[in-house]
């Protein structure tokens, strides 16, 4: 309970949208009723404020928590840096430099461009100066001089071995770049991989609405999807084309790759993959895997499982339903095991202990991974407790508030022709006390009649 004010406030910001899916999670058979949202995300994007907002607020403590004076992000057309779009350099064109560094606890930011995109940026305003730089001076030496001149502390560049999001400094760009800077500059380089993970790991109250909003439309169109379903007639793929429809007409893209997202399995299990023509049976436990992309950058990541009834079934069998039942508790153990200060390792084991004591196969998926600008986004990871796996580095990292996840309560078994899994993946974010789903969770296995 101690969950709900944030909960209730979300079902508040989204109500049409969910209530519809909370009505269909009550039901055992569903027919395709609920409203048709084209463009549904279509209107201006709300992400050049909400960018604004995260360089202003959020940036100057991540700098500061990794021990960072300075950061420089070079820009260029085609095969840009992954996080042009988020300093505001997506639009160049001649090599740029956005660079920002920490003035006492303000972030002062700046632009060094050639003239052909500084009227632009002038215009725009979205840095506190613009250096327009004669073309055969070149925008990364004017800036890699003015780091020499004004900065005494570290460097951080977009360099890393474990963070693909602060690793878009290509290797012919650092080498011009940190080659224009003096001998002393150069020794304070350092990885923006901490800087990366400690801004974009943490989200806005903004954006947490705006995937709130998109978690419950994901979760909707999925229980439509299941009330198209004809056993022994309809295939996985059909229930994949109507998603993918459903899509199209709301004017979303897709949360991950296209050919595998969704992912619909009627079948033994088989990981990530594209849905198949496999012809849905009686009997068999189907999963959607599924996220959307809005305003082209917020995503969902979301699963719903349902039961094909036999003929003369009412309800599923007896193992089918614990299965579902103790897979189903997993997920609710995980969020009440996140909040504030624990690691995504302790949520991990959490939900591994329970799928122990109550006879599940091993999984080897993690419990869960962050979510926002990326189905798999920076952030700890909520996993490590595998049996003969090492876990990852970030599943010794703590959650804060803010951070956004997707995860699940898992119940693996062996079926004919290999293992089916049960994975019961919500989302949810972290608050002050505790974590709270985005959206209404799913509380009953889906019978489709």
Known sequence: MKHQPLFLRLLLKAAPLILIALTMLS?????????????????????P???????GTLLGPAMQRA???????????????????????????????FAFQQRGGEIFSLAFSPPGEAAALQELGLQDSVVVVDYNIG??????EWLSNNTTGAIALNYSSSNEFADGLSHTQYSAFTGMMTPGARNRIVSSEELVYEWLSVKLPAE????????????????????????????????????????????VTDAWAPDQNPLVNSGPDRGHAHATD???QHGDVIQIDFGIRVYDRWVTDIQRFAYVLHPDETEAPARIQQYWEVAREGNRRALA???????????????????RENGSMEVFWSTGHPVGYQAHDVGPRLGGGQLDREPSPYSFRELREGMVFAFDGFYKWEIEGGTKTISVEEMAVVTESGAAYLTAPQEEL????
């Open 49 to 55: 404020e909400i960018r604004q907002e995260r360089i």
């Open 139 to 144: 925008a990364m030496r004017a800036a890699a």
């Open 337 to 355: 095991a996140m909040r504030p200060g624990v690691t995504g390792l302790q949520v991990d084991v959490t939900q591994r202990e329970w799928m």
């Open 67 to 97: 021990e960072a004076e300075a950061w420089a992000v070079v820009c260029r057309s085609n095969n840009n840096d992954p996080l042009a779009a988020h300093v505001g350099c997506e639009n160049a064109v001649a090599p740029a430099v």
């Open 446 to 449: 889906i019978l489709i009649r």
């Open 278 to 280: 496999r012809v849905i």
């Open 27 to 47: 039901c055992t058979s569903h027919d395709n009723t609920a409203g048709e949202h084209p463009g549904l995300f279509s209107g201006p994007s709300p992400w």
């Open 208 to 251: 947490v609405e705006i995937m709130a909003e998109a978690a419950a439309v994901t979760a909707q169109w999925q229980h439509e999807a299941y009330a198209q379903v004809v056993p022994g007639v309809s295939t996985d793929r059909d229930i994949a084309d109507f998603l993918k429809a459903k899509m199209r007409e709301a004017g």
